[in-house]
T-cell receptor, first 115, second 112 residues
Framework: GAVVSQHPSWVICKSGTSVKIECRSLDFQATTMFWYRQFPKQSLMLMATSNEGSKATYEQGVEKDKFLINHASLTLSTLTVTSAHPEDSSFYIC???????????FGDGTRLSIL | GEDVEQSLFLSVREGDSSVINCTYTDSSSTYLYWYKQEPGAGLQLLTYIFSNMDMKQDQRLTVLLNKKDKHLSLRIADTQTGDSAIYFCAERFTGGGNKLTFGTGTQLKVEL
C-alpha cells in the first residue's frame, strides 16, 4: 500500500529556533500534499495544501510566513516552522495523494515541543 | 460550512461488535473515509465509500451510508484490544480541492 514517511518523529528545541519537517511519499508520486496540525484530544486542522511546483494554499488563520511550505518534487514536501515559540508546540501530520481518486495517505506525525 | 460530528467515546467488550457513528452536513460529499489513529501516531486509512454506495464490507469492517440522513457508520465485528484507538470519519466534497473535513474523533476502548 501507499507509504508516506515523515521525519523527524519528535523534536524538542529552544524558542526562536526554526524547525523543518519532511514528508516523503515512498512508492507513489504525490501531486498534492497536505499539512495538518493536531492539538491534544482534538481533531486534525488543515493548515495548507501544496501542489508540486506551485505555491501552497493556506487555510484561513494560518500564517504563511510562519509556516513555510515547499513542495519541490513529486515525492517531497517540507514544512518549516520559523522562529518557533512554545505556542507552536503541537503534533504536525502530513498526508499525500496522487492525481487519481485514491485517498490521502498519512505520515506518522511529528511531535514538536518548543521550550 | 462543513461540519462533521462524532460521539466522543465508545467502550465495548472484547469480542463484541463496535459501531461508530458520524453525521455530516455537506450533501455534495463524494467520498467518505474512516481513519484510525493510535496514540502518538499518524492516521491509518481503514476504508472508504463512494457517495453513491450504501454499504461496503471489508473483512471485519462494515461501512453503512445513509445519504438521506447524512449518516455514516463503521461497524467493527469481533472487536479486539488492538482496535482500541481514535477513529475519525472524514468527508471529501466537490469543489473542496480534494481537501478532507474530519470529524471530531471517537475514542474506542476495548475492555477484556
Amino acid at each position: 500500500g501507499a507509504v508516506v514517511s515523515q521525519h523527524p518523529s519528535w523534536v524538542i528545541c529552544k524558542s526562536g529556533t526554526s524547525v523543518k519537517i519532511e514528508c516523503r511519499s515512498l512508492d507513489f508520486q504525490a501531486t498534492t500534499m497536505f499539512w495538518y496540525r493536531q492539538f491534544p484530544k482534538q481533531s486534525l486542522m488543515l493548515m495548507a495544501t501544496s501542489n508540486e511546483g506551485s505555491k501552497a494554499t493556506y487555510e484561513q488563520g494560518v500564517e504563511k510566513d510562519k509556516f513555510l511550505i515547499n513542495h519541490a518534487s513529486l515525492t517531497l514536501s517540507t514544512l518549516t516552522v520559523t522562529s518557533a515559540h512554545p505556542e507552536d508546540s503541537s503534533f504536525y501530520i502530513c498526508s499525500a495523494r496522487d492525481n487519481s481518486n485514491q485517498p490521502q495517505h498519512f505520515g506518522d506525525g511529528t511531535r514538536l515541543s518548543i521550550l | 460550512g462543513e461540519d462533521v460530528e462524532q460521539s466522543l467515546f465508545l467502550s465495548v467488550r472484547e469480542g463484541d461488535s463496535s459501531v461508530i457513528n458520524c453525521t455530516y452536513t455537506d450533501s455534495s460529499s463524494t467520498y467518505l473515509y474512516w481513519y484510525k489513529q493510535e496514540p502518538g501516531a499518524g492516521l491509518q486509512l481503514l476504508t472508504y465509500i463512494f457517495s453513491n454506495m450504501d454499504m461496503k464490507q471489508d473483512q471485519r469492517l462494515t461501512v453503512l451510508l445513509n445519504k438521506k440522513d447524512k449518516h455514516l457508520s463503521l461497524r467493527i465485528a469481533d472487536t479486539q484490544t488492538g482496535d482500541s484507538a481514535i477513529y475519525f470519519c472524514a468527508e471529501r466534497f466537490t469543489g473542496g480541492g480534494n481537501k478532507l473535513t474530519f470529524g471530531t474523533g471517537t475514542q474506542l476502548k476495548v475492555e477484556l
